[in-house]
């Protein structure tokens, strides 16, 4: 028995005729045990929309598939707690096991929900002591468990380092290596790695119909190769090692792009390499390599993006950075390298697929050339890219990049004016909202879904969603300058200060983002707002020497330089914005996108008399 506050009972014994005192110590039980925590995606907004049909689904899932799924796999369950559970095993093996055939078996059993009803579950494994109370288990082993549950993606298995140690070379299975944790009460960091079913022992991280995805061609993924340490000082070895891992974990958010796992591109530490050799014998087609060398208290870094099929520089650069705070160095450069190697990949497909002779387009095919389409930024290019993205789904209805695709086209129409009058809009802007919930629903971990969500909902006037699904956007994916600018332009909308700070940071991590120009515009915009002129002035005229065909920006130069007094100068920007995009300044008369009336009267007071 355990005393009331968990200390040990003292056992004291007498025998006559002398006296024998010991102290028998009675610690807490404890056995080693693989934890599964569950938990219920959006339980609070289920039930608040929905409390009896939500409890009864939850029962019926638990009933037939959950419980019998981990009886099966010789497990126990611990408890339950309305949205979740813990259970326990003995084997890690059969716990992972487990967690992939629950999570498979809701994919199933969630296809006949109706929108908006579906009960989705993230799971978190972990090996550890744990503390045996009865029937109850207690301790660390639990907790991280439950911190990996709260790390996991919806539908996914997230495992410890622990865990992952046990089942790597026993199990047919696909492991994301995600780096090192800092969690909740735990003293030390936890390895965080996702699981998915595979074919085999290798742990290409491909994407799949489960995860939203549509089939993909192995060979377009990406393995980083471990950086080389130029610095003569084994002590930097830490260093170069710790870069390459968070790149390989930062170039994984980017979902459309299967990015190799840490293990398999460490073998290669050290070795002479044929880049044709690393990319057959890890199944892809781009390699990114680099090199670090520190120098005093300055540090280079250089990186390039090879198509190893071909032995072909896809792109290369090099950055030199001051070694104030060697962490925020390794921050910085894993920012900026991962926001611009995706989109130069994808170019370099785009290049690849237009040259070479091919049958039936994919998934992947029909998707880039619909983002090539999206990135002409023109109406008759937006109708083009509706037709592939449409192509898409029709052949992929799961495929979430698909349905953020149309919603894109959608949100650009607007942008650019296509739309007659409000209600044409409002039609425009609903049809991107049905498409991005559509995405969000098939990946609720795509950045690009939940970016083209907030764009929507930002036209329908539901300003808090939108900020709301900009923020997810780019928790999702940091180093996505598409949705970080997104993210702070709709926070300067809506009056927050750190709006023009987020769009210049989205600005520094891709400078060659085919939307810059756009991005660019509508920085001017904010700082028109905010009433420093010259720096709103000297944005458009970045954006139009980026795209001098781009009439917004001409608009915002004739904004900036009434304000700066300079009349003249403001009407032959009007004009040629007119001459680009006739009516397009009569429209903006009553132009009022922010939520402060003062600062929409800063771009529309000042042309006052300038235009007719």
Not at 34 to 43: E, F, Q, S
């Amino acid at each position: 028995m355990d005393r009331p506050d968990g200390g040990p009972y003292v056992l004291r014994v007498r025998i006559r005729r002398g006296v024998k005192e010991f102290m028998v110590e009675e610690h807490p039980q404890r056995r080693l045990a693989a934890v599964l925590a569950a938990d219920v995606v959006g339980y609070s907004k289920l039930m608040s929309e929905d409390e009896e049909g939500t409890l009864a689904s939850l029962d019926a899932h638990l009933a037939d598939h959950i419980l019998p799924c981990i009886a099966k796999h010789r497990g126990r369950v611990v408890k339950t707690m309305g949205d979740g559970l813990i259970a326990e095993f003995a084997s890690v093996v059969d716990s992972v096991r487990c967690g992939l055939a629950f999570q498979s078996g809701m994919d199933v059993r969630n296809r006949g929900a109706a929108d908006g009803r579906l009960i989705e579950f993230r799971l978190g494994i972990n090996l550890g002591d744990v503390i045996v109370q009865g029937d109850d288990i207690f301790g660390e082993g639990v907790n991280i468990a439950a911190r990996l549950e709260a790390l996991c993606d919806p539908r996914s298995v997230f495992v410890s380092g622990t865990a992952y140690d046990q089942v790597v070379d026993k199990l047919q299975a696909e492991f994301d290596d995600l780096g090192e944790h800092a969690v909740k009460n735990i003293a030390r960091p936890v390895r965080v790695f996702r699981v998915r079913a595979g074919d085999g022992p290798r742990d290409l991280q491909r994407p799949s119909p489960s995860d939203g995805a549509a089939p993909a061609d192995a060979l377009r993924a990406l393995a980083v190769l471990p950086f080389i340490n130029m610095s003569g000082d084994p002590e930097q070895e830490y260093f170069v090692d710790g870069l390459t891992g968070d790149l390989i974990t930062a170039l994984a958010r980017w979902r459309h792009v299967p990015v190799i796992s840490r293990n398999s591109c460490f073998v290669y530490k050290g070795k002479a390499i044929d880049l044709r050799q690393v990319s057959t014998e890890l199944g892809v087609r781009y390699v990114l390599e680099g090199s670090v060398r520190k120098s005093g208290v300055r540090v280079r870094i250089t990186a390039e993006l090879i198509d190893g099929s071909r032995d072909h520089h896809v792109w290369a650069d090099k950055f030199d950075l001051d070694l104030d705070d060697i962490f925020e160095v390794q921050d910085e450069i894993v920012q900026r390298i991962s926001a611009i190697v995706v989109p130069e990949l994808s170019k370099a497909e785009l290049v690849r697929l237009t040259a070479e002779p091919r049958g039936a387009l994919d998934a992947w095919d029909l998707c880039l050339q619909g983002k090539h389409q999206l990135r002409k930024n023109m109406a008759d290019s937006n109708v083009s890219a509706r037709a592939l993205f449409q192509s898409c789904i029709d052949q992929y209805p799961d495929y979430a990049d698909a349905h953020s695709g149309l919603a894109q086209s959608h949100n650009q129409d607007i942008l650019l004016g296509v739309s007659a009058d409000r209600s044409a809009t409002a039609a425009l802007a609903a049809l991107a909202a049905e498409a991005a919930s559509t995405a969000v629903r098939r990946d609720p971990t795509s950045s690009w879904a939940h970016h083209e969500l907030a764009t929507a909902y930002q036209w329908l006037n539901r300003l808090d969603e939108a900020l709301e699904e900009a923020r997810t956007a780019v928790d999702l994916n940091p180093n996505d300058a598409y949705a970080l600018h997104a993210f702070g332009n709709k926070s300067d909308l809506a009056g927050d200060p750190l709006g023009i700070e987020r769009m210049e940071s989205a600005q520094k991590l891709n400078p060659e983002d085919a939307f810059r120009h756009t991005h660019l515009t509508y920085l001017a915009r904010a700082y028109v707002a905010a009433g420093d002129y010259a720096r709103a002035l000297d944005r458009s005229r970045h954006a139009i020497r980026r795209s001098p065909t781009y009439a917004p920006a001409h608009y915002m130069s004739g904004i900036a330089l009434a304000r700066l007094g300079r009349a003249e100068e403001a009407r032959l920007a009007l004009d040629a914005c007119e001459n680009l995009q006739a009516g397009f300044v009569a429209s903006r008369r009553g132009w009022r996108p922010y939520t402060d009336d003062a600062r929409n009267s800063a771009l529309t007071d000042g042309l006052a008399g300038l235009f007719p």
